[in-house]
């Protein structure tokens, strides 16, 4: 509330001191009226700021140095990267600007998504409506429900996908030759070889995520968990849920008595042969644990044909934003195949397209075709056959809370 | 410069002791006590501002917390038990003059360097039923696969955790102990030998009462460390009940902000039995 309020004041000063004037380059119905060409024409010689998370080196570098380099040379737009500890704090800006009815922001563009995201939607702060004028959307399956919905949000237009994560599950090749690859054969699985399979318990974030696979094939999947929290529709499908959880308890390592309590734990019990599967949201971690000589040379990562959770990170526009014609240009040139293709270099950052390499010229299908990989690690796109949509936080944070209280006690 | 130090450590020195004890006590008071007390505000507050009852009554409501209380003062007493009986007795050995006692000493002191977060890693390697006892035994033949070692880690009864708190205090007790001897000296026993008493008599009714003081000290730390630290449980603790001070750690670190005055009143809760109970053994020694 005092940030709020703070805002306000200081907007209030702000709006007495500036001359009443809306530029072409951030007037948003005057934009959306125009061609492409007009567009790029109104944001050449502006700046962009971005407000972003700025904790590691190689994804700033990035951004800076290769993105803003490109927005120079071919734009002669400026990018000001303005790093963030946490999204939250650009949420709260514009929410301040906007209560206090400035027209005219601070920030052009954020790295967004799940909670945040949901917050700007709901509070009209997000400007919608832009994307299908951005020439390279064209390559993006918004079809997708992994694209479509940020954390159980529908997009809407609202923001512009970025990168991709995916869960992947993980088996040695050379103790387990043919791992389920399907939640209803992975119980089965699990009852067949008593005490080889494990999962951390909630909260930690990997297991969470393990027992939402769960939760989605108990509800007969994810289309009716879609959309805000419904206790009804919760409570049914948790009887169900719980159940099949708790008769996999007595396979389970020591009965399921315990559980591990973290991912990291797991990760040693595989490597110890302690357990038979392995699970992770970042499947490059497989590769990275075979190169550190934790896993084995014959572990392999490897999808669910009935998909596992995936989840894509955005850039969203403000309606507030005072430079929304650069901030298109830009979001054009993120979803570029060359700048996603570089982004998927292993020692750029290694992060996972959103774009359908095969909607892209050829030079980039090939150098997506090329990328090193390492050979534990699934390929994203096969990955990407079969994925299931993020649940909204409520969702989440019932289940979590649900599991300890019905399984994990 | 030397000159000017030596006379401001001369003022304080002969000052008031409360002078010369302020600025320890100011780093106490403004960190401890300033910790303290936000600690205490936050288990209060509400979101948006104002305060409730809400977090502790919904922490004293939940059967999970009294079982994770139930396991703490299972830890810190069997733990604090073992390092006060086995500490002593190492003590009453070591005091004793022989051949390689400063190796032995040296020995016995050597682990008071490690990190409680390694040591609770090597039990792990040592213990669990990938550990190293248990591929020893499996490879003897003594079970079929390592997983058939019972488990000793993550296991129901916080062998592990107690393993390490008493590997790592034992020596801290012990070396408490002996320093305790060395000023008490050999007199008072002597004594009692010259009045008849024989070498066990002379000890249990002469020298344990005079170390009666110390000991309970000794534990009363060791008992507060066990009851409340959450690096060790967190690495070698089943997932529930899990220990309070990871109970705390959970609630503090959830993505849901209502969840922040539960792990503080539960911060509180841990501070509370933990002060209640010393207080309580120092009552009972007087």
Redesign the interface.
Known sequence: MKTVIGGIGGALVLAAGMAPFAATAQDGEALLAMEWDEIVEAARGGEVNVFMWGGADNINAYVSDYIGGLLADEYGITLNRVPLTDTAEAVNIVLGEVEAGAAEGAVDMIWINGENFRTMKQGDLAWCGYVEKLPNAELVDFDNPAIANDFGTPVEGCEVPWSRVQFAFAHDTARTEEPPRTIPDLLDWARANPGRFTYPAPPDFTGAAFVRHVFIHAAGGPETLIGPFDQAKFDEVAVKAWDILNDLEPSLWREGRTYPTSITQLQQMFANREVDLFFTYDPAEVGTAVVNGIFPETAMSYGLEDGTLANTNYMVIPVNSPNKAAAMVLQNLLLSGEAQLEKAQPDVWGAATVIEPDRASDEVQAGFAALERHPSVVAIEELGQAALPELQADWTQAIEDGWIENVGN | MAGSRTSATEVLGRGHPWLSLAPALCVIAVLFGGGLVLGLAGSFAER??GWSLDAWAQVLSE??VWRSLGLSLWIAGASTALSCGIGLGAALLLRRSFPGQGLARLLFQINLTIPHAVGALGILWLLS??GFLARLVAGAGGIDT??DFP?LT???FAIGIIAHYVWKEVPFVGLILLANMQSLGDDPESAARTLGAGPFAAMRLVLLPLLMPALVRAGAIVFAFAFGAWEVP?LL??????ALP?LAW?RF????LAARPEAMALAMLIALVSALLIRAAFTARR
């Open positions: 948006g501002g059967g999970r039923q990938s390592p997983a488990p993550q296991d129901r967190v603790g089943q997932s529930s009940p899990a990871v959970q670190t959830s993505p849901d």
